[in-house]
């Protein structure tokens, strides 16, 4: 049975990907900072059903605490086979107010954390010549976004990181993708205004907004896959093309 932790997996995209991954018997670490509650609500309703996964409490952003929790996961299960880099954070802002606190925050959160994750979870993958990185970026690290300028260089930053690391990794067997969403109904996306949404709607090709299991789907077809790394795909219903 494969092991897989996923960051920041408590709600939206995160939640939708450890709960189908559990229910497909992988052995499921699920990282959370800040949302116990979900996490613990996660784990309960799973159980329900007959199902175990793991919660673990760490800020992603800070090394000592990744290096916690991939220890933890090692004792429990072994080996680290699939990391799921999903957790971040976002916020609308004008260029000019962002300030030195939320740039080093929103690099802290959304990229930092993969460098920390990643480079922990490695010497493992390495000694088994074998091994499934997924960094959930955005599709605004590909065209970039008004107003959200810190989170569309730090998720830019994720993709640049996987097509390097695949070439790095490739001889080892570890294979190293992004996924990079289109606009997603999740709850960091309860603050789009519903005009705006609808006018996304408007101008995408297949007239929707994402799902999180949209997603999934995605990551599912990655960690099955053994031919494809290094790549940014990118589910946005045709928004860019």
């Known amino acids: 049975m494969k092991t897989v932790l996923i960051t920041g997996g408590s709600r939206g995209i995160g939640k939708c990907i450890a709960e189908n991954l559990a229910k497909e018997r992988y052995n499921v670490i699920l990282n959370y900072n800040k949302s116990e509650k979900q996490a613990k609500q996660i784990q309960k309703e799973l159980k329900e059903k007959g199902i175990n996964i793991e919660i673990y409490k760490a800020d992603v952003s800070k090394r000592e605490q990744v290096k916690k929790m991939v220890n933890f996961s090692n004792n429990k299960f072994g080996n680290i ?37 990643t480079q922990e979870v490695l010497p493992g993958m390495i000694h088994n010549k074998n091994g ?24 830019a930053g994720i993709n640049g990181m996987t097509k390097a690391l695949a070439k790095e990794l490739g001889p080892s067997n570890i294979r190293v993708n992004s996924i990079a969403p289109g606009v997603i109904d999740t709850e960091m996306n309860n603050n789009i205004d519903n005009a705006i949404k609808e006018e996304i709607k408007n101008e995408t090709p297949l007239g929707k907004i994402g799902r999180p299991i949209d997603i999934y789907r995605c990551v599912k077809w990655l960690i099955e896959d053994e031919f494809t790394t290094g790549q940014i795909i990118s589910p946005n219903g045709g928004y860019v093309i």
């Open 81 to 117: 086979d699939i990391l799921i880099n999903n957790a971040g954070i976002a916020k609308l802002e004008m260029f000019n107010d962002i300030t030195d606190e939320e740039w080093n925050e929103m690099l802290n959160t959304n990229l930092n954390s993969v460098f920390y994750c």
């Open 132 to 155: 499934c990185i997924i960094n959930i970026s955005s599709i605004w690290g590909l065209v970039g976004a008004s107003c959200e300028v810190a989170y569309s260089v730090s998720k």
